[in-house]
């Protein structure tokens, strides 16, 4: 027996219910994240610009214990639970563009938390751990580069989230046989 060129796609079968859940699951992740993302924004404003050191100092400590745990979680839960909702929706993992980009921009954001944050996060938690009184007017502002994960991956995942709403791309391939389109998610 020969395979043809246009092979179902496997596709999970979940049940009404079973998706719903995970479909609970996905969102909470995904806005738990986004919120983690506000808070990280604000812990990182608020030591670049206050002028307190123990404020400065609490700022980062909060980091350190919030920011890696918190975000890694909910970005693999999002990660996760979104992997499953494309296996058995019509949208699929990779068969449309826009399914695609937001699984793209969930596993770049998840990656960069334990690549870049983390190391960031520990170097300060370090310098705040040296610091004794007479040092923490030295911490100061903190690093410009504590600022830019909350706001990156803000808007990354504002993008993702339009991206979910609107469906702006169709599919990632076409057909090359004559084979009908009704089996085709549309992309609205």
Not at 33 to 59: E, I, Q
Not at 120 to 143: C, I, K, N
């Amino acid at each position: 027996m020969t395979a043809t060129a246009t092979a179902p796609a496997v596709r999970l079968r979940l049940g009404r219910d079973t998706r719903r859940l995970v479909l609970l699951v996905h969102l909470v992740c995904s806005l738990g994240w986004l919120g983690a993302d506000v808070v990280l924004g604000v812990l990182a404003v608020t030591a670049f610009t206050s002028a307190d050191p123990s404020v400065v100092a609490s700022s980062y400590t909060a980091l350190r214990t919030f920011a890696v745990p918190v975000l890694l979680t909910l970005g693999l839960g999002s990660l996760g639970s979104g992997v499953l909702l494309g296996l058995a929706s019509r949208w699929g993992v990779v068969r449309t563009r826009w399914v695609l980009v937001k699984l793209v921009i969930n596993v770049v954001l998840v990656t960069l938390v334990p690549v870049l944050l983390q190391p960031q996060v520990a170097e300060v938690a370090t310098l705040v751990r040296a610091a004794d009184p007479v040092l923490a007017a030295d911490l100061g502002r903190g690093p410009i580069d504590l600022l830019f994960p909350a706001f990156v991956s803000g808007a990354a995942l504002l993008v993702a989230t339009v991206l979910a709403i609107w469906k702006p791309w169709g599919p990632t391939r076409r057909r090359t046989t004559g084979a009908s389109n009704t089996s085709r998610p549309r992309p609205r």
